[in-house]
């Protein structure tokens, strides 16, 4: 499964490479929406597309970001202030008595300090790191889609919960960021042929389980350890991945924008790497015709889908 991955995070480049134009309005509720909801998780580099805008809307939603930093920064300080009490509290206990309480309260008020300080730090910076233009599981990223004959942008997040069911989907089918392409006229029929969309990728990361080794470097037998991977196509390229997308509606909550990427059978330099799953990236000039799918004729979509684009994934050790 396509657990994290390297996206086009600011709404410009499609603007400008695709002539898809941006769904404001969406912009402008989650950034907003995002002061009264902890659960809604936008990469920095998303951030930065709307700063010092001469558009009055966007104008509006680098408000809300400038709020919402302000907010951040608010909480941080305080626990930053709550944990040095912490440390000074434990420090002036083990001037005169070394305890195991004091000593815990040491160490665990520092690791803290030291994470908070990390965040204020973030939060602040100005010069964007690839990092910051990563998603995962519940991060919103921007999703072309056509709508009314027109390519445009909107955010979603990057958990599909089909229209029609519960809020607590979610958390009964985690897994709904990718769709199985074995199950795309099961599960995922609400969607397949309906509602298709397209996420720019660089690179993606998977989690693979691979052979724990000893010091010397040396296979323990029966023994693995996690580590995430991560994939890059080669030659370096931005990849156009195949997407369902839904618009779910619910008494007393805002609506939701969400998706999940189309994933099949590995190539073979990723099964090699340990991983039984991949995005699949499709070709230009099939854009329109599976951003504007015809339910009645799945056949053409799975062709879509085989004409896919083909690089060769290389990996490594995720930093």
Known sequence: MCYSAQIWAEYKKYTRLYGAEIDIA?????????????????????EEGFSARDDDQERQI???????????????????????????????????????????????????????????????RVELKDSD??????????????????????????????????????????????ARRDSLEGFWKGQFGHTHGLMVVNAFYEHVALPKLSADGVPLIGETENVILEFKPRPTQDMLVACLWSHWSGDGEPDLYSFAAIT??????????????????????????????????????????????RPYYEHRLAA
Request: proline share 6%; hydrophobic share 35%.
């Open 26 to 46: 969406t912009y402008a509720e989650l950034f907003w929406n995002r002061l009264e909801d902890v659960r809604i998780k936008i990469p920095k580099a998303m």
């Open 62 to 124: 680098e408000r809300a970001i400038d709020q919402y930093k302000t907010q951040q920064a608010s909480k941080l300080e305080q626990e930053l202030f709550k944990q040095r009490k912490r440390l000074a509290d434990a420090e002036r206990t083990l001037v005169s008595k070394t305890t195991k309480a004091a000593t815990e309260a040491k160490r665990i008020s520092t690791a803290k300090i030291d994470w908070v300080l990390s965040k204020l730090a973030d939060l602040r």
């Open 133 to 178: 233009s990563r998603i995962y599981p519940g991060y919103y990223a921007p999703v072309m889609v056509v709508e009314n004959g027109k390519r445009i942008i909107k955010p979603m997040r990057y958990q599909c919960r089909p229209a029609g069911k519960p809020a607590v989907y979610d958390s009964k089918y985690p897994g709904t960021y990718n």
């Open 264 to 309: 099949d059978e590995p190539p073979a330099e990723v099964a090699a790497a340990g991983h039984d799953r991949c995005i699949i990236p499709i070709k230009d000039q099939n854009i329109d015709a599976w951003l504007t799918p015809d339910a009645k004729n799945l056949a053409d979509l799975y062709a879509i889908l085989d004409d896919r684009e």
